[in-house]
């Protein structure tokens, strides 16, 4: 019995089962030749379709895909050993109503379900997608059901919401990003309020420090000489000793803790965050409410920075109402080209003219920099 422990065999029913007994009495019991109880013989046969013997393995496999739903149906629903019912489901996975009866028994391991997952209907998937709990607390569950080809897009949506109100965060699952900035920015604090961080790395509007808040520095009407200014972030620093145990300790942290420290990390916290590979730890830096618009702008000016980061910046009125955000995002050879189009006529003439004799950025925004100039008399 490799799969199934003996000690989860009644007494009752090891002489069924057990490789010591007689190898006719095991293969009347796989064939369901034995005066037993149905939740016996099923147990039995179960346990059986594990052995490794194969025709009795192939015989008891035959027996529990054979059986009537009429004799399957009260047995699904008992709290058995979950490896009983991990082996019970693979048999009944394509039988909907049997099926469905499974995945409401909560004595059905998540990992079970999650190996089904693929093989389950559209009605069982919307099912499971509903049952909170297990989705809470089973990683491998979510992914299951996420790529599912008969899942609906609304209802993994409503998954990912539930997960990212939970506090649960996943590495490497990209819908988690669309579901943080669908949330509010109080429900995003209120979602990573329950995961540990470092106090010291918090903004002090966090920690209920007295400390003074940093003022937002305002964007420079002019900004002639912003690749010249932003020149430091697109180069390597030299290693800073007193800043290694920080950087360490952001490079020991799970995902979630990132998430959590990035939406209430002080400046330099959100300044490390921008930067790091993770798209979802990026973008809940930029999502922090205590971002200044320097920071904004820095961000717009990057040619490192996340793609997704950049796309928030663009479409956020707010932000792109600065001339130092607008002339970073026209300047930056990252801009999707129709944004830095839709901003290149706001700037003013000496920035026009930079941008004009521009190598660093493509031709079409460089020729409508002189178009614009020809217009202007300029």
């Known amino acids: 019995m490799p799969e199934v422990p003996r000690e989860i065999v009644p007494e009752t029913l090891r002489k069924f089962v057990d490789p010591a007994s007689p190898i006719a ?14 939740k016996d013989l099923v147990f039995v046969q179960c346990v059986l ?5 194969p025709k009795l393995a192939e015989a008891a496999d035959k027996s529990l895909r054979g059986h009537p739903e009429a004799i399957l149906k009260p047995i699904v629903k008992l709290d058995l050993p979950a490896q009983i019912l991990d082996l019970l489901a693979t048999r009944v996975v394509e039988r909907a109503a049997l099926c469905e009866d499974l995945l409401l028994n ?11 997952c693929p093989q389950l209907s559209e009605a069982s998937v919307a099912l499971l997608i509903q049952n909170e709990e297990r989705l809470l607390r089973s990683a491998p569950l979510v992914i299951a059901l996420k790529d599912h080809p008969l899942a609906s897009r609304a209802a993994v949506d409503r998954m990912f919401d539930l997960l990212v109100r ?16 669908r949330l509010s920015s109080d429900e995003r604090l209120a979602a990573v309020a329950k995961i540990e961080v470092p106090l010291d790395m918090l903004d002090p509007a966090f920690t209920g420090s007295a400390a003074p808040a940093e003022p937002a520095p305002e964007a420079s009407a002019e900004m002639p000489d912003l690749e010249a200014e932003l020149a430091p972030e697109e180069t390597e620093p030299a290693e800073d000793p007193n800043k290694i145990p920080f950087l360490k300790r952001l490079a020991t942290m799970t995902i979630a803790q990132k998430v959590a420290v990035a ?8 300044t490390a965050l921008l930067r790091d ?24 000016a990057s040619k490192n920075a996340n793609e997704e980061v950049l796309r928030i910046v663009c479409n956020n009125r707010e932000w792109t109402r600065s001339y130092g955000v607008k002339l970073a ?3 930056n050879p990252k ?8 901003f290149l006529p706001l700037l003013n003439q000496s920035d026009l003219k930079n941008i004009a004799k521009s190598k660093n950025l493509s031709s079409a925004i460089a020729n409508q920099a002189k178009a614009t100039l020809s217009r202007s008399g300029k």
């Open 329 to 331: 995002l026209v300047m």
């Open 263 to 270: 939406l209430k990390g002080n400046k330099e916290v959100r």
């Open 166 to 181: 939970g506090g649960v965060i996943l590495d490497d699952v990209p819908e988690l990003t669309d579901a943080i900035l």
């Open 277 to 300: 590979s993770n798209k979802l730890v990026a973008v809940a830096a930029i999502k922090n409410p205590r971002i200044t618009d320097q920071e904004v702008v820095q961000v717009a």
């Open 106 to 116: 909560k004595s059905v391991a998540d990992d079970t379900l999650a190996r089904i």
């Open 49 to 53: 379709s594990a052995s490794d013997d």
């Open 335 to 342: 801009t999707p080209l129709g944004v830095a189009m839709r």
């Open 25 to 38: 009495m095991r293969t009347m019991a796989a064939k369901g030749l034995v005066p037993i109880p149905p």
